[in-house]
């Protein structure tokens, strides 16, 4: 990652593009109402630039549509730049629905650039295609999950691990078919022995962070005593961190949301950035398209973004 100072570019097609600052609104902030837009932040003298902008447009590419990119020179568009605080390049965002949604900095090896891709297709409702053919047996063992036959799911998706010991969506779903049995140690075994070519797909950082939420359950107080504590004491942060914990622990996870960002509003850099923290947690475990997550990364943007 380069350190900005205070002027390559990408083919002209209709899912790659340049823009300018007095085109951002249009080919950014107005196009993601239609398909989320992948804003590259780079510049000609930046070398690692140079390395994700090509794998980041092949990505793209291959997502056949489900997703568009434009690449901004942050030499011809500080004003930009400065509004969304980019402070080093390479940096990337996506927005959806005007607003955005993830985003990281520094180069990414090729793998977890797709995992990326995927995650921001998600979130716009979209659907990676990848040719998958257990498709099938996958969605019968999710609706076995969702049924509550949790043995069934995961005998399911062990059958298609003696098929693909590398398919990620099996794998994951092995875990979560544990999680549910509240077999959580079984649970993390079965992760922590996850091939390494697939350790860092969407599906397993998906489960890595349902795992570490439902341990996290097993320790949660009761939520009507830390609701006192925080009514009595709104600036109580670890109350209301606590709170945020018991209120997820009971399935009340939108209002969970609301007390973390309620808590990163007041102080942001509390206990490290815990509120954060544990709100990509919960955003990670659910469906990047949940209205809990887009709603939630939106408001968490607007605190950031000010």
Same mark, same amino acid.
């Given at each position: =990652?380069?350190?900005? #100072?205070?002027?390559?570019?990408?083919?002209?097609?209709?899912?790659?593009?340049?823009?300018?600052?007095?085109?951002?609104?249009?080919?950014?902030?107005?196009?993601?109402?239609?398909?989320?837009i992948i804003? @590259?932040?780079?510049a !000609?003298?930046?070398?690692?630039?140079?390395?994700?902008?090509?794998?980041?447009?092949?990505?793209?590419?291959?997502?056949?549509?489900a997703?568009?990119?434009?690449k901004?020179?942050v030499?011809?568009?500080? =004003?930009?730049?400065?509004?969304?605080?980019i402070? #080093? /390049?390479?940096?990337?965002?996506? &927005?959806?629905?005007?607003? !955005?949604? @993830?985003? &990281?900095?520094?180069?990414?090896p090729q793998?977890?650039? %797709?995992? &990326?891709?995927?995650r921001? /297709?998600?979130?716009?409702?979209?659907? $990676? +295609?990848?040719?998958?053919p257990?498709?099938?047996?996958?969605? *019968?063992?999710?609706?076995?999950l969702?049924?509550?036959?949790?043995t069934?799911?995961?005998?399911?998706?062990?059958?298609?691990?003696?098929?693909?010991?590398?398919?990620a +969506? *099996?794998?994951?779903?092995?875990?979560r $078919?544990? /999680?549910? =049995?509240?077999?959580?140690?079984?649970?993390?075994a079965?992760?922590?022995g996850?091939?390494?070519? /697939?350790? %860092?797909?969407?599906?397993?950082?998906a489960v890595?962070?349902?795992?570490?939420? $439902?341990?996290?359950?097993?320790?949660a107080?009761?939520?009507?005593e830390?609701? *006192?504590?925080?009514?009595?004491?709104?600036?109580?942060?670890?109350?209301?961190?606590?709170? $945020?914990?018991?209120?997820? *622990?009971?399935?009340?996870?939108?209002?969970a949301?609301?007390?973390?960002l309620?808590l990163?509003? %007041? @102080?942001r850099d509390?206990?490290?950035?815990?509120? %954060?923290?544990?709100? &990509?947690k919960?955003?990670?475990?659910?469906?990047?398209?949940?209205?809990?997550?887009?709603?939630?990364?939106?408001?968490?943007?607007?605190?950031?973004?000010?």
């Open positions: =990652m380069i350190e900005l #100072s205070t002027g390559g570019s990408a083919p002209a097609d209709d899912l790659v593009k340049d823009t300018t600052e007095a085109g951002f609104m249009a080919d950014v902030v107005e196009a993601s109402n239609d398909v989320p804003v @590259d932040f780079w !000609p003298w930046c070398g690692p630039c140079k390395t994700l902008g090509p794998l980041l447009e092949d990505a793209v590419r291959a997502a056949n549509g997703v568009r990119m434009v901004v020179n030499d011809e568009a500080q =004003m930009i730049a400065g509004q969304l605080q402070q #080093s /390049i390479p940096t990337v965002y996506a &927005f959806y629905k005007g607003q !955005p949604v @993830d985003g &990281f900095q520094g180069a990414l793998s977890e650039i %797709k995992a &990326f891709v995927d921001v /297709i998600a979130a716009g409702g979209g659907k $990676a +295609a990848d040719g998958d257990m498709a099938d047996a996958i969605e *019968a063992a999710e609706t076995m969702d049924e509550g036959a949790a069934d799911a995961a005998q399911t998706f062990a059958a298609i691990l003696g098929e693909n010991e590398h398919h +969506a *099996a794998y994951a779903g092995l875990v $078919a544990h /999680i549910a =049995m509240n077999d959580l140690d079984q649970a993390e079965i992760l922590n996850a091939p390494a070519e /697939i350790s %860092k797909s969407p599906e397993l950082e890595h962070a349902q795992l570490e939420l $439902a341990q996290q359950a097993s320790q107080g009761p939520v009507s830390l609701e *006192a504590k925080v009514d009595a004491d709104s600036d109580d942060h670890q109350a209301r961190f606590d709170l $945020a914990l018991a209120l997820h *622990a009971n399935g009340k996870v939108q209002e949301v609301d007390q973390l309620t990163f509003s %007041k @102080d509390w206990n490290d950035e815990a509120a %954060k923290t544990q709100l &990509f919960i955003f990670d475990a659910l469906k990047p398209n949940d209205p809990i997550v887009l709603n939630g990364r939106r408001r968490l943007s607007s605190m950031i973004f000010v």
